[in-house]
């Protein structure tokens, strides 16, 4: 239907009344396939949801995360929770150490 539409509006000359019949109906039949059907919008990660799925995914406890940024394990509980931020030095060790850009925590 798309592809019609895009041939229907793409013609240079002048539109029969029946092409632009056409082509309004089709934008109608799009516009309300898209209003019922939108388009997924992806979730929003945070750097702790990074984190606790690099942790997850290497199978690494909150004691080795701990040892990893070189807190103590209370500390690392608090960041994990959302208590605590994340410090640029944290990215830092996370990102030398999950070999990932220190950007994908922002």
Not at 24 to 51: A, C, M, Q, S, W
Not at 91 to 97: A, M, N, P, Q, Y
Request: hydrophobic content about 35%; charged content about 25%.
């Amino acid at each position: 239907m798309v592809w019609e539409l895009g041939k229907l509006m793409g013609r240079v000359k002048p539109h029969s009344q029946g092409e632009s019949d056409d082509a309004d109906t089709l934008t109608t039949l799009i516009k309300d396939y898209e209003y019922r059907n939108p388009t997924p919008r992806h979730p929003v990660f945070t750097g702790i949801d990074l984190v606790c799925g690099l942790l997850e995914d290497n199978q690494l406890s909150q004691k080795q995360f701990a040892q990893i940024l070189g807190l103590s394990e209370s500390v690392a509980s608090m960041i994990l929770s959302g208590k605590r931020e994340l410090t640029k030095t944290h990215i830092s060790k996370l990102s030398k150490r999950f070999e990932i850009p220190t950007s994908a925590f922002f």
